[in-house]
């Protein structure tokens, strides 16, 4: 009989030991993943940081300018037409009626 219970014992530490085993890899995992996910989103911020932005050109003084603080429109036939300011965007439309 004290035999059985020894036994039983032995089982129920062995149970208890896998399980805590099982919990703390568990947790070591989570932490990895959450480790990773965060790596990955510093990573892609940097990437989306060191991009650079798209430039235009105006098409009258043929300044260079990033795509945001220039003035781009499209034409009648589709045609993308950037400027520096409202004032060369006018004055190309301008000379283009005159033609
Ligand atoms: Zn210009």
């Known amino acids: 009989m004290r035999a059985l219970l020894f036994l039983l014992l032995i089982i129920a530490l062995f149970l208890l030991v896998r399980f805590v085993i099982n919990r703390v890899d568990?947790?070591?995992?989570e932490a990895e993943w959450e480790e990773a996910a965060r790596e990955r989103a510093e990573k892609e911020a940097k990437i989306k940081a060191q991009q650079p932005e798209p430039m235009i050109h105006c098409e009258l003084c043929n300044l260079h300018l990033p795509e945001k603080e220039g003035l781009c429109v499209t034409?009648?036939?589709?045609?993308?037409?950037?400027?520096?300011?409202?004032?060369?965007?006018?004055q190309f439309i301008e000379e283009k009626t005159k033609n």
Do not use: T, Y
């Open 75 to 90: 034409d009648n036939a589709g045609e993308k037409h950037c400027f520096c300011s409202k004032e060369h965007l006018e």
């Open 26 to 29: 568990q947790f070591r995992r």
